[in-house]
């Protein structure tokens, strides 16, 4: 999008003295145009994966919870990788704490809204089998980590859901991250439906591991995409 800035032209004139008697004045002739300009709404989003120190999975169980771990992909920092949860045992749940913050700015007072959705299904890399998306990985609203997540595997959370839209390039492509282009035609529900022209959004990412998930290295690509309302 572009920004258009006002600009104002003057025209000055200089007086000249004069020795003799000054003549009458000439008829005054004048035209005139209407400027007039338009402010488009003005994105800017970041997308901050692992935001918080003690980013990582933990398995639901009850009492205390287990340090968050992780799999080598995530990190090495706050701020950087993918969300990795490392090695799972099917049938069980994890909790990925600190997973993602999202930061909308926007010179829209009526607010944006944000979609998140998965590119694909969940894609097992070593059989190329795949498990659904809508039931296997939610999001759950977080912290910005002050105060602590209290989230565990047993929170409830929302589905992501497998993306209607046309995706860029074509999935499974572990390698290129994806786009989605949704043609003005976007998911019924948002995300987030925000009525401000700016916000902070924390979440987490809990896993259901299917009882008969084959073993493998599963991948999925979540897109966000932000819209002015």
């Known amino acids: 999008m572009k920004r258009f800035v006002k600009g104002l032209m003057g025209v000055a004139f200089a007086g000249i003295a004069a020795y003799a008697a000054l003549a009458p004045a000439a008829a005054q002739n004048t035209g005139t145009t209407k400027v007039k300009w338009n402010s488009l709404p003005v994105l800017s989003f970041t997308l901050t ?34 969300i990795d949860f490392g090695n799972l045992l099917a049938g069980t749940t994890y909790l990925y704490k600190y997973a993602v913050h999202l930061n909308v700015t926007s010179n829209d007072s009526n607010g944006f809204e944000v979609y998140g959705e998965g590119a694909a299904a969940f894609y097992n890399q070593t059989d190329a089998s795949s498990q659904p998306l809508n039931s296997t990985l939610f999001y759950v609203t977080s ?32 390698a290129v991250a994806p786009s989605i282009n949704y043609g003005g035609v976007y998911p019924s529900v948002p995300i987030v439906n925000n009525a401000s022209p700016s916000g902070d959004f924390y979440y987490d990412y809990l896993l259901k591991v299917p009882p008969l998930a084959t073993q493998g290295q599963y991948f999925v690509w979540i897109v966000y995409t932000v819209v002015a309302k």
């Open 49 to 82: 994966p692992n935001y918080y120190t003690g980013f990582g999975q933990v398995k639901a169980v009850f009492g205390t919870q287990p340090t968050p771990t992780h799999g080598p992909n995530a990190g090495p920092g706050v701020g950087q990788g993918d």
């Open 143 to 174: 912290t910005s980590g002050t105060p602590a997540d209290p989230n565990t595997g047993f929170s409830a959370g929302l589905p992501f859901q497998q993306t209607g839209g046309i995706v860029t390039p074509a999935q499974p492509n572990y």
